[in-house]
């Protein structure tokens, strides 16, 4: 079993109009989406190296970026001198050039000979400023009873080289160019962040509904072996929901996720059914099998009905509600009553 995150790779095959656009989109470039480069300049001496280290990946994509020349150390000194200025200046007035032309690109070498980092925040400076968006404050009733928020930290000293490339070239350059030092920000990363987020949003959803099923089951049992009892079904109820996704070869996603909850929800009820006649009744298990039966009969009919859905993900929801809600019914049915035999509940004495 594996895990998709992209919904999108479920969409209809053989569309004409999704063929027409992948189409367009390798010959014009129109399916590239918007990619930009972060290389951190709060190492200026290292600058240079990072930036070669960057550009290899990315002139294998067949982007044009040049290499950063490193000076030597003799060179950089004389670059940054002040005599080496006004001889300059003195030199291009004796061959008849206008020196005041030639003040702030002799001024702009020196500058990039003393710190390299300066290059990077020049060309950043030709570009027009990114306004962070303004935030309003909520309206609460008790305002003055809420905290002032703590001012934000300034972002990162960082020079944002925009590109163009490919999802495909995306995926084969993000680890070189991390592994170099840079960061790479845009729609793609952006919507990666987004996934990774919910995703482990969801995860400890369901990890909290787990932790309360038990809690109540737990409370209501007030027994260990009522306890243990209890968990067999709903532990095969999720043997169940991801056993059917591997067998099937339909990969694990958001939307069959939710089958998770939905059969740790039948297989307690099924299972709470049956524990608390047990010790009620001789033959519990045969009394509460109809009921059962009709409990988890209606969700596997609703849920179940996804499975004939031409959408993949939905299909993938219908077979995992279908597996995890089949599976806790089997065990109720046959398995727990098998144990109930050979270790019955006692009935609590007054």
């Known amino acids: 079993m594996k895990w998709e995150e992209d919904l999108r790779r479920f969409r209809q095959q053989g569309n004409p109009s999704l063929a027409l656009q992948e189409k367009l989109g390798k010959a014009l470039g129109a399916g590239l989406q918007p990619l930009a480069v972060q290389i951190p300049l709060d190492d200026p ?5 990072t930036w070669n280290r960057i550009v290899v990946p990315l002139r ?40 005041v032309a030639l003040e702030r690109p002799l001024s702009a070498l020196r500058d990039s000979a003393a710190d390299p980092a300066n290059v990077p925040r020049s060309i950043q400076a030709l570009m027009p400023p990114v306004r962070p968006p303004s935030e309003r404050a909520p309206f609460r009733i008790f305002g003055w009873q809420a905290k002032p928020k703590a001012p934000e930290a300034p972002p990162p000293d960082a020079f ?17 160019v991390e592994s170099a030092g840079g960061r ?17 949003a969801l995860r400890q959803v369901i990890l909290l509904a ?10 209501f049992g007030r027994r260990p072996r009522f306890l243990a009892l209890a968990i067999i ?45 047990a010790p009620l009744e001789p033959h519990a298990a045969a009394q509460v099998a109809r009921v059962n039966a009709v409990c988890a009969g209606t969700t596997l009919a609703g849920f179940g009905g996804l499975v004939f859905s031409g959408y993949r ?8 509600s279908l597996g995890g809600v089949a599976m806790a019914l089997l065990v109720t049915q046959w398995i727990l009553p098998w144990i109930l035999e050979r270790w019955p509940l006692r009935r609590e004495e007054p």
């Open 313 to 320: 993900g939905l299909r993938g929801l219908g077979l995992a």
């Open 160 to 176: 944002t080289l925009p590109l163009r490339l490919s999802d495909a070239a995306q995926e084969r350059i993000e680890g070189e």
């Open 45 to 49: 001496e290292r600058l240079p190296q």
């Open 210 to 219: 787990l932790a309360v099923v038990l809690g109540v089951v737990a409370i």
């Open 184 to 200: 790479m920000v845009g729609t793609r990363p952006l919507f990666r962040a987004i996934k990774a987020v919910a995703r482990d």
């Open 233 to 277: 079904p709903l532990a095969a109820s999720q043997v169940g929901v991801l056993g059917i996704l591997g067998w099937t070869g339909e990969p694990l996603t958001f939307l069959s996720l939710v089958a998770i909850p939905i059969s740790l929800g039948v297989s307690v009820d099924t299972a709470m059914n049956l524990l608390h006649r």
């Open 60 to 99: 294998r994509e067949g982007l044009p970026m040049p290499e950063w020349k490193v000076p030597s150390p003799e060179l950089k000194r004389i670059l940054a001198s002040e005599t080496w200025y006004r001889k300059a200046l003195e030199e291009a007035t004796a061959a008849g050039l206008d020196p």
